[in-house]
């Protein structure tokens, strides 16, 4: 069960973590939910929120939602699995690798968790 992110993780942090899981959710056609709902519990629901609205705006200015397919949403959920490892939040990231594994196979969310480490 997701749960909230330790104070000590700086706001700026927590708003990327957000931003990433709602550009996963955003993406994903569906399974979304899962994932805001996710994102709510860790970050908050202000956050996530914001996060939303930045989204839509970011929408509407780039075109159809889902152009490239879900495989960017496999890439932020491997993004926002790393930084919550980097923030010492590994049960948080247990329970979004959880999450993400309901959607991908291992090998593809594994493989996309070490490029991201991989700086690629």
Known sequence: MAKEISSSV????????ADTLVAAAFVLHSGGKAVT???KAVVGDSKVDSSI????????MVGANGAFGEGGACTSL????AMLLDQGESENAEELKRIALGRFLKEQFTGEVDNVRSGW
């Open 37 to 39: 709902d996710f994102a």
């Open 78 to 81: 491997a993004r926002a699995y």
């Open 53 to 60: 609205e930045d989204r839509k705006e970011d929408e509407k």
């Open 10 to 17: 700086p706001e700026a942090t927590q708003q990327q973590i």
